[in-house]
C-alpha cells in the first residue's frame, strides 16, 4: 500500500526523520519496502501481511504510528448536513443474504453535481496510486484509502423503484461492470440488485447501468461489509482484483461502515453541494461484537524476557484502542478492527512490539532439555529412500494434483489453478510415468527413478490421504558401458524384483510372495501382487503396449507401488538383527527338476525348504529351461541349494539324506523327474 506522509500528519504528528519512522515501522511489523517522491510528496511503499488489514488504510497506519511514538491520534470527523426527506421513503434496501452481506448501510444524497474534485483530493489520490474521476467517485475512493472501508455510489435514479437487493446472482445472468466488460455470473456470486436487475458485483465492482455521470444528480451511497470468502471466490472466478475486492478478501472492520458513509457525504457535500436524506438504511442482521481476550503478565514477560508491570501492559494496549479491565488480572476488550487477535499470544506480540523487539535481552535458555527425534513414520520414510537410492535410484518430486482421466473415481478439486491439475491422485504410478516421459523427450533414455509421496482415495464421504511409495525404471542399469552390450543389461520385470527383494530384506521383512494379477496399466503376464504373511504390499509389473503407447515410452518400463503403511507394519527396520557367520565349509548341491509348466517357482522352493531340515542355508533358482530335449508341457528348473552347519563340518553322507528327502518330496508332490 501507498502511504503519502503528508496525509498521514493528517491524524498523527511526528518529529522524527521519515527515514527513522520508515525503520520504525519496518521494525514494528509494517514493512516500508521503498520511500519514493511522487510530485513533491514523500510517499511510503508498504507491504501489509494478509493478517493486518487494519494497515490498508492511512488511518490504520496513523493508529500505529501514534502507539509507536506514543503521540496523538485523531480520526477524521465527518459532519452531514441533514436537511432531505426521510430516507425510509425514498429508498429500500433488502437483504437476501445475510450470511454473504454481514451489514448493508446507505444513504442518499440529492440534487448534488458531478464535477472535478479540489486539486488537493486528487494530488493525494494521484500520490496514493489511484486516477481522479469525479468528485463523487474521488470521495468514495478517498475514504476507502482513508478509513480502509469500500464504497460504491449508484445513480439514484437508474435504480429500478430505487431499491436495492443484496441477492445471489441468478444463474446464467449477466452483468456489464463499469470497465465495459460483460460477465456471465453463477448462483454462488452475490450481486447488489435494483428491483429487476443486478447493478453490481459485490465487493468487487459496480455496473455500468448505474454509474454516476456528468447528468448524475441523486446518489445512492454504499457502505457495507460482506463474507471475505464470498468475495475471494467471485474475484478469482472474475479475475477480477479492485481495491475493494483486496480489502474485502482480507477482513474489513463491519464497525466502519456509518462512520464511512458520514464521511463520503460530507465530502461530496463540500465539493458537490446537495441534500443528504435524514438517516442512515442500516441492515446489520448479526452484530458482531468485541472479542475478550485475557493477557498474564507472568506469561508476557517469560514469552519476552521484559520485565513489565501490569500497567505497563496495559498502557501498551490501550496506545492500540483496546480496553483493558484491570479490576482481575488484565481482560482486554479487542476492538473489531484487529481480527486477527484472538489468543493470549496474539496480544503478547503487540506489547513485544510497542515496547520494541530490540529491547529483548540476550539470555541462555534455561531448563532441562530433550534430545529431539524424528515420529516412526518419518523415520521409516528417510529409511526407505537411503535403501532405494543406495540400490541406485534417483528420488523424484511430483505435484499431487493431476488432470482429470477417464472414469475416474479420483477426489475433485473445487477450485483448480488450471483444468489439467484438477484432481487428486489416487496413485503414483501415472506420475512415474509422466517423468519417463518428459526424460525420453529430453533425450534421456536411461532412467531408475522413486518417490514416496502422498495419494488421495475416496472412501465414502471422506478421503483416506496416505502414503505411498512408487518406482520406475527403463533403459539400461549400467547407461552407456563402452565394454557391455546394452541389450545385455537392459531392464526387465526381474530386475525391479531384486530391487524390492534387497528392500524387503533390508527391512526385515520376511514371507513375500508374488501372485500374478490383472492391471489395466500393466502387462497381462508380467504383473504380480506382493504379499507378506498373506497380507497386501504392493504392485509391481511390466507396462503394456497401451501404456506405452499412452505415454509415449521408448523402451520396456518396469514399475512398482508399494502401500507405505503395510510396508511399515511388515517389517522389523527399527530392530538392528544379525546372524553370525559360520567358520565350517558349506557343501553345495545342483537339484535339476521337471516339472509342469503350471508348477510355479515358488511352489517347489517352498517344498524344496520343508523337506531339507535346517542345515539348508540358501537355496537359488540359477537356470530354467524348455525345448526340444523336453516333453510338451513340461520344464526343467535348476536349483543350487547351499548346506552348511553352525556347529562342526558337514559330511557328504549327511547331505545325502536330505537330498533324496528333497526329491521324494517334489516327486510326491509335483510328480516331478529328475536329470
Given at each position: 500500500?501507498?502511504v503519502?506522509?503528508?496525509?498521514?500528519?493528517?491524524y498523527?504528528?511526528?518529529?522524527?526523520?521519515i527515514?527513522?519512522l520508515a525503520?520504525?515501522?519496518?521494525m514494528s511489523g509494517?514493512?516500508?519496502?521503498?520511500?519514493?517522491?511522487?510530485?513533491g510528496s514523500v510517499?511510503?511503499?508498504t507491504y501489509?501481511?494478509?493478517?493486518r488489514?487494519?494497515?490498508?488504510?492511512i488511518?490504520g497506519?496513523a493508529?500505529d504510528?501514534?502507539?509507536l511514538?506514543?503521540t496523538?491520534?485523531?480520526?477524521?470527523?465527518a459532519?452531514?448536513?441533514?436537511?432531505g426527506?426521510?430516507i425510509?421513503?425514498i429508498a429500500?434496501?433488502?437483504?437476501d443474504?445475510?450470511a454473504?452481506?454481514?451489514r448493508?448501510?446507505?444513504?442518499?444524497i440529492?440534487n448534488?453535481?458531478?464535477?472535478q474534485?479540489p486539486?488537493?483530493?486528487q494530488q493525494?489520490?494521484i500520490a496514493?496510486?489511484m486516477?481522479?474521476i469525479?468528485?463523487v467517485?474521488d470521495?468514495?475512493?478517498?475514504?476507502?484509502l482513508?478509513?480502509?472501508?469500500?464504497?460504491h455510489?449508484f445513480d439514484?435514479?437508474?435504480?429500478?423503484?430505487h431499491k436495492?437487493?443484496v441477492?445471489q446472482?441468478?444463474?446464467?445472468e449477466?452483468?456489464?461492470t463499469?470497465?465495459?466488460?460483460?460477465?456471465?455470473?453463477?448462483?454462488?456470486?452475490m450481486v447488489i440488485a435494483?428491483?429487476n436487475?443486478?447493478?453490481?458485483v459485490?465487493g468487487?465492482m459496480?455496473?455500468?447501468?448505474s454509474?454516476?455521470?456528468?447528468k448524475?444528480t441523486n446518489?445512492?451511497?454504499?457502505s457495507a461489509?460482506f463474507?471475505?470468502?464470498s468475495?475471494?471466490?467471485?474475484?478469482r472466478a472474475?479475475?477480477?482484483?479492485?481495491?475493494a475486492s483486496?480489502?474485502y478478501?482480507r477482513?474489513?472492520?463491519p464497525?466502519?461502515t456509518?462512520k464511512?458513509?458520514?464521511?463520503?457525504a460530507?465530502?461530496i457535500?463540500?465539493t458537490g453541494?446537495?441534500?443528504?436524506?435524514?438517516g442512515i438504511?442500516?441492515?446489520?442482521?448479526?452484530?458482531?461484537?468485541p472479542?475478550k481476550?485475557?493477557i498474564?503478565?507472568?506469561?508476557?514477560?517469560?514469552?519476552?524476557?521484559f520485565s513489565?508491570?501490569?500497567?505497563?501492559i496495559a498502557e501498551?494496549l490501550?496506545?492500540?484502542e483496546?480496553?483493558?479491565d484491570q479490576?482481575?488480572?488484565l481482560?482486554?476488550?479487542?476492538?473489531?478492527?484487529?481480527?486477527?487477535?484472538?489468543?493470549?499470544?496474539?496480544l503478547?506480540e503487540?506489547?513485544?512490539r510497542?515496547?520494541?523487539?530490540?529491547?529483548?535481552p540476550?539470555?541462555l535458555p534455561i531448563g532441562?532439555?530433550?534430545?529431539g527425534?524424528?515420529n516412526l513414520?518419518n523415520?521409516f520414510?528417510?529409511?526407505?529412500?537411503?535403501?532405494l537410492?543406495s540400490?541406485?535410484?534417483q528420488?523424484?518430486?511430483t505435484?499431487s494434483m493431476v488432470p482429470?482421466?477417464?472414469?475416474?473415481q479420483?477426489?475433485a478439486?473445487s477450485?483448480p489453478m488450471t483444468d489439467?491439475?484438477c484432481?487428486?491422485r489416487?496413485?503414483?504410478?501415472h506420475s512415474m510415468?509422466?517423468?519417463?516421459?518428459?526424460?525420453?523427450?529430453h533425450?534421456?533414455?536411461?532412467?531408475?527413478?522413486?518417490?514416496i509421496?502422498?495419494i488421495?482415495?475416496p472412501v465414502?464421504?471422506?478421503i483416506d490421504e496416505?502414503?505411498s511409495i512408487?518406482?520406475?525404471i527403463?533403459?539400461?542399469?549400467?547407461?552407456d558401458?563402452?565394454?557391455i552390450?546394452?541389450?545385455?543389461?537392459?531392464v526387465?520385470?526381474?530386475?525391479v524384483?531384486?530391487?524390492?527383494?534387497?528392500?524387503f530384506d533390508s527391512?526385515?521383512i520376511d514371507?513375500?510372495t508374488?501372485?500374478p494379477?490383472q492391471?489395466s496399466?500393466?502387462?497381462?503376464?508380467?504383473?504380480?501382487?506382493?504379499e507378506?504373511n498373506?497380507k497386501y504390499?504392493?504392485?509391481i509389473?511390466?507396462t503394456?503396449?497401451?501404456t506405452?503407447?499412452?505415454?509415449?515410452?521408448?523402451?520396456r518400463?518396469i514399475v512398482?507401488?508399494?502401500?507405505?503403511n503395510n510396508l511399515m507394519?511388515?517389517?522389523?527396520?527399527d530392530?538392528?538383527?544379525?546372524?553370525q557367520?559360520?567358520?565350517?565349509?558349506a557343501?553345495?548341491?545342483d537339484?535339476?527338476?521337471?516339472?509342469?509348466d503350471?508348477?510355479?517357482?515358488?511352489?517347489?522352493?517352498?517344498a524344496?525348504k520343508?523337506?531339507?531340515?535346517?542345515?539348508?542355508e540358501s537355496l537359488?533358482?540359477?537356470?530354467?529351461?524348455t525345448?526340444?530335449?523336453l516333453?510338451?508341457g513340461k520344464?526343467?528348473m535348476?536349483f543350487?541349494a547351499q548346506?552348511r552347519?553352525?556347529t562342526r563340518?558337514?559330511r557328504d553322507d549327511?547331505?545325502e539324506?536330505q537330498?533324496?528327502?528333497?526329491k521324494l518330496?517334489l516327486?510326491?508332490?509335483?510328480?516331478?523327474?529328475?536329470r
Amino acid at each position: 500500500m501507498l502511504v503519502p506522509i503528508d496525509w498521514l500528519k493528517e491524524y498523527v504528528d511526528f518529529d522524527i526523520s521519515i527515514e527513522e519512522l520508515a525503520d520504525r515501522l519496518t521494525m514494528s511489523g509494517l514493512e516500508v519496502e521503498d520511500i519514493v517522491n511522487t510530485n513533491g510528496s514523500v510517499v511510503f511503499s508498504t507491504y501489509v501481511t494478509p493478517n493486518r488489514p487494519d494497515l490498508l488504510s492511512i488511518t490504520g497506519v496513523a493508529r500505529d504510528v501514534s502507539a509507536l511514538l506514543n503521540t496523538e491520534f485523531r480520526y477524521p470527523s465527518a459532519h452531514v448536513k441533514e436537511e432531505g426527506q426521510y430516507i425510509n421513503t425514498i429508498a429500500s434496501i433488502i437483504n437476501d443474504t445475510p450470511a454473504n452481506c454481514i451489514r448493508y448501510s446507505a444513504r442518499v444524497i440529492q440534487n448534488t453535481k458531478v464535477c472535478q474534485s479540489p486539486e488537493w483530493m486528487q494530488q493525494r489520490l494521484i500520490a496514493a496510486g489511484m486516477r481522479p474521476i469525479n468528485n463523487v467517485v474521488d470521495a468514495t475512493n478517498y475514504v476507502l484509502l482513508e478509513m480502509g472501508q469500500p464504497l460504491h455510489a449508484f445513480d439514484y435514479d437508474l435504480l429500478d423503484e430505487h431499491k436495492i437487493v443484496v441477492r445471489q446472482a441468478y444463474k446464467g445472468e449477466k452483468l456489464t461492470t463499469i470497465d465495459a466488460e460483460e460477465h456471465e455470473l453463477s448462483e454462488n456470486m452475490m450481486v447488489i440488485a435494483d428491483a429487476n436487475k443486478a447493478v453490481a458485483v459485490a465487493g468487487v465492482m459496480g455496473g455500468l447501468d448505474s454509474e454516476v455521470t456528468d447528468k448524475t444528480t441523486n446518489i445512492l451511497l454504499e457502505s457495507a461489509n460482506f463474507n471475505r470468502l464470498s468475495i475471494r471466490k467471485t474475484a478469482r472466478a472474475l479475475q477480477m482484483n479492485t481495491e475493494a475486492s483486496f480489502r474485502y478478501e482480507r477482513n474489513v472492520d463491519p464497525q466502519l461502515t456509518i462512520k464511512a458513509l458520514n464521511r463520503v457525504a460530507e465530502l461530496i457535500q463540500k465539493t458537490g453541494g446537495g441534500v443528504a436524506a435524514s438517516g442512515i438504511i442500516d441492515d446489520y442482521p448479526s452484530e458482531i461484537k468485541p472479542a475478550k481476550v485475557s493477557i498474564r503478565k507472568d506469561r508476557t514477560n517469560f514469552i519476552l524476557g521484559f520485565s513489565l508491570t501490569e500497567n505497563q501492559i496495559a498502557e501498551y494496549l490501550k496506545k492500540l484502542e483496546m480496553d483493558v479491565d484491570q479490576s482481575n488480572g488484565l481482560l482486554v476488550t479487542v476492538p473489531t478492527f484487529r481480527p486477527d487477535i484472538q489468543y493470549e499470544e496474539d496480544l503478547i506480540e503487540e506489547v513485544g512490539r510497542l515496547h520494541g523487539y530490540d529491547k529483548i535481552p540476550t539470555t541462555l535458555p534455561i531448563g532441562e532439555t530433550m534430545q529431539g527425534r524424528d515420529n516412526l513414520q518419518n523415520r521409516f520414510k528417510n529409511k526407505v529412500s537411503s535403501i532405494l537410492i543406495s540400490l541406485g535410484m534417483q528420488e523424484v518430486v511430483t505435484g499431487s494434483m493431476v488432470p482429470k482421466k477417464e472414469n475416474d473415481q479420483q477426489i475433485a478439486v473445487s477450485n483448480p489453478m488450471t483444468d489439467d491439475l484438477c484432481r487428486m491422485r489416487d496413485n503414483l504410478l501415472h506420475s512415474m510415468l509422466d517423468v519417463i516421459t518428459n526424460n525420453n523427450h529430453h533425450g534421456i533414455k536411461d532412467i531408475n527413478i522413486f518417490q514416496i509421496g502422498h495419494i488421495f482415495i475416496p472412501v465414502d464421504d471422506a478421503i483416506d490421504e496416505k502414503l505411498s511409495i512408487a518406482g520406475a525404471i527403463t533403459g539400461s542399469i549400467w547407461n552407456d558401458s563402452w565394454n557391455i552390450d546394452k541389450k545385455i543389461t537392459a531392464v526387465d520385470f526381474y530386475t525391479v524384483k531384486g530391487i524390492l527383494e534387497i528392500l524387503f530384506d533390508s527391512l526385515q521383512i520376511d514371507n513375500v510372495t508374488y501372485k500374478p494379477h490383472q492391471d489395466s496399466l500393466l502387462h497381462p503376464g508380467r504383473t504380480a501382487i506382493i504379499e507378506s504373511n498373506g497380507k497386501y504390499i504392493g504392485i509391481i509389473g511390466e507396462t503394456s503396449s497401451q501404456t506405452m503407447a499412452k505415454y509415449d515410452l521408448a523402451d520396456r518400463t518396469i514399475v512398482f507401488e508399494l502401500d507405505f503403511n503395510n510396508l511399515m507394519e511388515a517389517g522389523a527396520y527399527d530392530k538392528q538383527s544379525y546372524t553370525q557367520l559360520s567358520k565350517y565349509p558349506a557343501i553345495t548341491r545342483d537339484i535339476a527338476i521337471v516339472v509342469s509348466d503350471e508348477v510355479s517357482c515358488e511352489q517347489l522352493t517352498d517344498a524344496i525348504k520343508s523337506a531339507a531340515g535346517d542345515s539348508l542355508e540358501s537355496l537359488t533358482l540359477f537356470d530354467v529351461y524348455t525345448g526340444q530335449q523336453l516333453p510338451e508341457g513340461k520344464k526343467s528348473m535348476a536349483f543350487k541349494a547351499q548346506f552348511r552347519s553352525q556347529t562342526r563340518t558337514l559330511r557328504d553322507d549327511e547331505v545325502e539324506p536330505q537330498i533324496a528327502a528333497i526329491k521324494l518330496k517334489l516327486s510326491d508332490t509335483f510328480k516331478a523327474a529328475f536329470r
